[in-house]
């Protein structure tokens, strides 16, 4: 063996600087912050000493098989003296992770001892390699041994046995490494190289060094490489984490955004969307009065009206996913409202899906939007009856929950404590994906084919639910079903005598004065027909500027102003509080196809009322009626009584 390795030892040198090489490579192409621990910080380090030292053992290579060079032999030195630096770097910087092991060495020590083995080898001898041997590798290679030891027993993070058998292999590897490169040097005249030295190590022990070097390298180089994996892989779980809060505040940015966005848009369009509506609606009404029972342009002018009506719910869905619609909310009964539309859910369902109703008998109250509410219910039911196309069964529950902190299934996540009342939408359809699940609240997401769906339905209720600090959650898989639930938190107080929806009917004719401001030109002109068909005085304005200059001008006394709240130079409001203010009794009422965010608590000055565009000839006419009537009402009122009829006379 002796023998072999002493005709072969160009083999070992190879070997040994292809380690330390690909260990350097190893170590360099990892990032240097490697998850959360210390060790990662200082390996770059050693990736410098393992790439110069291998470098250095490919240099001695060349001499052994070429003799020696006068170039080649100082360039070796210089890379052995820079490796052997970096090597007693990274030994000090691994005591620092260490409180036993930290004052071992002080941060001035690298250079003090790189200062001393420069001028002694400056000093002149045959042997220049020694010094940097002695002084820098042997301290270098144990501080690092007893840094990476140390670090083992004081970092709870290391809770992999895999990162720890790796540092306790690099620790004993490079131990080995220092006492093999540090204390067997070269053959030199003085002590201790004179004694100790690679010819005698090959004497005793019957293997050239670079041989047992190697084998250190190797075990470096392995335990690294598996170390730095480790390593890698916890940085990677640590980005994901994260990231993942991020990811969702990007999500929920995004989704911000996109509502914004559709807000802009709805906000543009439907005003004048509305207005057009609005005209077509009103002059329909004028056609189908004008066309008896068996004419055959009825059903035809009964399309035209189906179509607005279609138009208008889809405006409506756009205004409540942005949250701009004007609602009245009340203390209300959601089994009521459940019960009422329950027969129009079963002709909306069809023979094929059955339809069960579970109204708890005591649900509580909540304080909601009547409109609102029933367009939740609708939504989802539409989005149940389109999950069961060859049908199935719908489930409509009501029950009480009380959220106290303890976890409960089928919660949605972050609703904090209180009570609420629960409406369940149960269908035994195809149900959905976690993929589709995550999107399912998005505006325009839609599953169904095209021409079938808008994408709008579910983002509308999420908006509605949110708006009355709600929430919704919902459950499903694929060909099980889905649940929805909406929690809404339960009102105060008992709820209103009025059945949702309930319209009392009165009179629409009259003969008082009606201010009109509206921008529109065509659809001034259908309001000012249809009122004054019925026998009403009518003055109109296009601009607010326009609407003030006449009520100042007029002599006539102004019963009502009917004023749209969105007008080119002004808001409807401010017009309305500045002729009130100069005609005092003045009733207004508003009309609008986008309030802009506008709450029914917003409108309610000199008793006014909001008309929504579109709005049909009949709303109009007995939404006008009520304020004539309540303000005679009101006169009536604060008249003095009749003589002889005063208080205590008989």
């Known amino acids: 063996?002796?023998?072999?390795?002493?005709?072969?030892?160009?083999?070992?040198?190879?070997?040994?600087?292809?380690?330390?090489?690909?260990?350097?490579?190893?170590?360099a192409v990892q990032r240097r912050d490697l998850g959360d621990h210390r060790v990662s910080r200082v390996v770059a380090l050693l990736a410098a000493f393992a790439g110069l030292h291998g470098l250095h053992e490919w240099s001695d290579l060349w001499e052994l098989s070429r003799g020696y060079d006068p170039l080649v032999h100082p360039v070796g030195v210089v890379l052995l003296t820079a490796s052997f630096v970096f090597l007693y770097e990274f030994g000090r910087s691994a005591c620092a992770m260490s409180r036993p092991a930290s004052r071992l060495a002080s941060r001035w020590s690298t250079a003090a001892l790189t200062a001393a083995c420069l001028a002694l080898m400056a000093a002149g001898g045959r042997e220049p390699e020694v010094w940097p041997r002695y002084l820098l590798a042997l301290p270098g290679g144990l501080l690092a041994a007893a840094g990476l030891g140390l670090h083992i027993g004081e970092n709870p993070a290391l809770q992999s046995p895999m990162a720890?058998?790796?540092?306790?292999?690099?620790?004993?590897?490079?131990?080995?490494?220092?006492?093999?490169?540090?204390?067997?040097?070269?053959?030199?005249?003085?002590?201790?190289?004179?004694?100790?030295?690679?010819?005698?190590?090959?004497?005793?022990?019957?293997?050239?060094?670079?041989?047992?070097?190697?084998?250190c390298a190797v075990a470096v180089a392995a335990a690294t490489w598996r170390l730095l994996f480790f390593f890698s892989r916890e940085a990677n779980e640590r980005l994901r984490r994260e990231q993942a809060p991020r990811e969702q505040a990007e999500s929920k940015l995004l989704q911000a955004q996109k509502l914004e966005a559709v807000g802009l848009l709805a906000g543009g369009m439907a005003h004048d969307f509305n207005n057009v509506l609005t005209t077509i609606v009103g002059y329909n009404y004028f056609l189908l009065e004008g066309l008896s029972p068996e004419s055959p342009l009825r059903p035809l002018s009964l399309e035209i009206r189906k179509a607005a009506d279609l138009a208008a719910s889809l405006t409506r869905q756009i205004l409540a996913v942005t949250r701009k619609q004007v609602v009245q909310p009340k203390v209300m009964e959601a089994n009521s409202v459940i019960h009422e539309m329950a027969k129009m859910f079963r002709r909306l369902l069809g023979e094929n899906i059955k339809l069960e109703v579970h109204a708890h008998p005591s649900a509580w109250p909540v304080k909601m939007d009547c409109g609102q509410l029933e367009q939740v219910l609708m939504n989802l039911v539409v989005n149940a009856r389109d999950a069961m196309p060859h049908g199935g069964r719908l489930t409509l529950a009501t029950r009480n929950v009380?959220?106290?902190?303890?976890?409960q299934a089928h919660l949605p996540a972050g609703i904090p404590e209180g009570h609420y009342l629960c409406l369940e939408v149960h269908d035994t359809g195809s149900g959905m994906t976690p993929e589709v699940q995550a999107k399912v609240f998005e505006p325009f997401f839609t599953t169904k084919?095209?021409?079938?769906?808008?994408?709008?339905?579910?983002?509308?209720?999420?908006?509605?639910?949110?708006?009355?600090?709600?929430?919704?959650?919902?459950?499903?898989e694929p060909g099980k079903g889905s649940v929805f639930r909406v929690f809404l938190p339960r009102a105060e107080g008992g709820a209103e005598a009025l059945v949702p929806g309930e319209v009392r009917k009165t009179g629409v004719e009259g003969h008082e004065t009606i201010l009109v401001v509206e921008d529109n030109a065509a659809l001034r002109a259908l309001v000012k027909r249809i009122l004054r068909e019925k026998g009403y005085r009518v003055f109109s304005a296009p601009t607010g500027e326009e609407a003030l200059s006449l009520g100042r001008r007029l002599k006539e006394r102004i019963d009502l102003l009917l004023c749209d709240l969105i007008l080119p130079d002004s808001h409807g409001l401010a017009v309305a509080k500045e002729l009130c203010a100069a005609r005092p009794g003045l009733k207004v009422a508003y009309m609008s196809g986008y309030p802009g965010g506008v709450l029914a608590s917003d409108l309610a000055f000199n008793g006014t009322v909001l008309i929504e565009k579109p709005f049909s000839p009949e709303a109009l006419l007995d939404a006008l009626r009520r304020q004539l009537d309540a303000k005679r009402a009101e006169a009536q009122a604060k008249a003095p009584p009749l003589p002889g009829l005063g208080s205590g006379q008989t």
Not at 198 to 206: D, I, K, Y
Not at 402 to 407: E, K, L, N, S, Y
Not at 453 to 472: A, C, D, M, N
């Open 1 to 27: 063996m002796r023998a072999f390795w002493i005709a072969n030892l160009d083999v070992a040198y190879f070997f040994y600087g292809l380690a330390f090489v690909v260990a350097g490579l190893l170590i």
């Open 164 to 215: 720890r058998r790796c540092l306790k292999a690099d620790a004993v590897a490079l131990g080995a490494y220092a006492l093999l490169a540090g204390l067997v040097v070269p053959r030199a005249d003085f002590f201790p190289a004179s004694v100790l030295n690679e010819e005698t190590f090959l004497r005793l022990c019957g293997l050239p060094v670079p041989v047992l070097r190697s084998l």
């Open 402 to 407: 009380a959220v106290d902190g303890r976890r």
């Open 449 to 476: 084919e095209v021409g079938r769906g808008t994408g709008l339905g579910l983002s509308t209720v999420q908006g509605i639910v949110k708006e009355y600090r709600g929430h919704i959650a919902v459950a499903s």
